[in-house]
């Protein structure tokens, strides 16, 4: 047992030394990262808004005179078909404008005749009148010549001759003064009979051009799209046979070759309006569409909702690329770049 102890405590030395020199083990240090030099971020203004039409028009049920009540829809044109100007967009039932029209042409006519009857008659009673005049004077010639007789006459005779002369002096003098009332109740009477006839004519014109409204033509060239109104307890589109109401909106007519964007810009945004400003469209339908766009023009008056400290004004964008999925009403973001040289 001594032996092996003794055995240990010689190599015990030699362990020591190995243990010194053998060499530690290369420390390493990881060489610090500088930051990179960072660029200035780009200042960009996203705000909502609607796309619309340059050009655009609203077609609504026509406004006819002297009728009340729905009005039947006969004939629409397909939504979303292209029109020129002058197409036939929409026809309505016209059966209770041509019956009307027909009616005021028959009156019309008759005033008509009634005007002419009364001009013949009104010349008649004028030649009569004077032809009236005319033996009156000549009644109140012979008694005057039977005046001048008077001293180779009778007592009695004179006498006569004396009453008929003052009676034909009378009458001509009531003649002449009953012919100018005559003459003034014959015209007011004609008068009012052409005051009835243009009235009535005026009648007969707005019954055809009723009939001519209730064929609606297209005032724009461009594409159709049909209006949301009510009909059977909800909203939809207007169908063949409907019974619509006058003034409600049909279709609206867009020219799709020039669109634009119409959005709310918050005050504190306002820099990024200056002129130049370009912006990128995005619609919500299609997010993979983007079309490049231009500021056009800005509201000078600001408002707010209720209740909110900040305003904010409509901007316009126009649209620099058109592109078949534009369509009026949809929904779009607006992405802002501030013209160079403007606010950052």
Known sequence: MVPRVCKYAAALPLLLIAACNRSAPPVTHAAAKLPEPSLPAKREVRVTGLIQAVRATKVLVPQIWGQGGPMTLTRLIPNGSRVQEGDLIAVFDSTQQVDNARDAQAKYDDLVHQVEQKVAQNRADAEKRVADLRQAEADLAKAEIELKKGPVLAEIDRLKAEARATNSRAHLVSLKRSQAAHDRADAAALRILELQRDRQKVALDRTQNNIAKLEIHATLSGVVAYQNLYRNNSMGHAQEGDQLYQGQPLVSIFDPSAMEVRCAVGEP????????????????????????????????????????????????????????????????????????????
């Open 269 to 344: 945004d306002d820099a990024a309006l200056a002129p130049g400003s370009r912006a990128t469209v995005f619609l919500d339908a299609y997010p993979d569409l983007k079309i490049p766009a231009r500021f056009e023009s800005a509201s000078p008056v600001a408002s707010s909702a209720l209740g909110s400290p900040i305003k904010t004004f409509t901007a316009i964008f126009k649209l620099d690329a058109t592109d078949p999925h534009l369509m009026p009403d949809l929904s779009a973001a607006v992405v802002i770049e501030p013209a160079k040289g403007g606010a950052q």
